[in-house]
C-alpha cells in the first residue's frame, strides 16, 4: 500500500471486498470531534495496526466499527456489512479483546468463556465444545476450572483472547492487548494470536503503544492524531518514507507531533497506568 501523508499522495486501487471499510467515518462527544472524516480499508487476513497518542480517536474508531457507538457521520462495513443497520449480524463475525479487563475474577475460567459463548449467541449443542476449543487454543485447559483471580496477567489475557474467540471470529479487534503485561507473557500472548491468524486467516485489527509489536506483527499501519489519519502503510515503507535506519518510534513522533504521555481520550496516560495497574493485581 502506498504511503498516505496529509499533503497526498495516491491510494492503492480497490480489490475485492474488504475485511473492513471505514468511509468518511466521524464521531462527536459534544462540541468535540473525536474521529473526523476517517477512511480506513482493512483486507482480509491481515493484521492491521492503529497507532497513535492517547486522544488520537483510536478507541472511539475501534468502538464505532464493534458496533458499541454509531457513526454521527460516515459509514463503516465489516465484510460487507453495515455496523449501523446490522449491528447483530457484525457482532457474530467478530471478537473484541476491549482495552480494559473484562475477565470476572469470581469465575473460573470455563465460566467466562461460556458466558461469552452465550452472548455470542453459539448455539446451546456447540457451546461446550467451543468453550473447551477456545481454552485450549489459548493454552488454558490445565487451568480451565480454577477462578480467574488467581491467573498470571499473561493468562487473563489469553483468557479474554478466549473469550473474543469462542465464536469463531471472522475480524478479531485488539484494543492494546498487551497493556501490563512482561516481555515474556507479551511475546506468548502474540505467538498464540499469531498462530491463529495463520492457522484460521481471521483478519486482526490492533493497537498498541508499543512499537516494537507493531513493527513486528502489523502488515499494515495506519498513523492517527486528533482524530485523523495521518499516514498509512507498511512499518518498512513508513520507516523508508522518512530515511535510512528510521525507527517506528521516529515515524510515530513525526506523524503524530508528539509522544505517549499526552492527556486525552479517556483519561490519557493516567488510564493506561491504572489498567497496568489492575493487570499486575491481577497477575
Known sequence: MTVLAPDGGT???PGPMAAVSCEQITYTFGTHTAVDHVDLRIEPGETFGLLGPNGAGKTTTIRMLVTLLKPVDGRITVFGV????QPMLVRRMIGYVPQLLSADGTLTGWENVQLFARLFDVPRKQRAGRVDGALAAMGLTDAAHRRAATYSGGMIRRLELAQALVNAPRLLVLDEPTVGLDPIARTDVWDYITKLRDEFGMTVLMTTHYMDEADAYCDQLAL?????IRATGTPAD????????VTLDEVFRHYTGGTLDESGEKGGIRNVRRTRSTARRLG
Open 82 to 85: 453495515n455496523t449501523a443497520t
Open 11 to 13: 491510494a492503492a486501487p
Open 238 to 245: 513508513l520507516k523508508a518514507a522518512l530515511g535510512e535506519h
Open 224 to 228: 492517527m492524531h486528533l482524530g485523523h
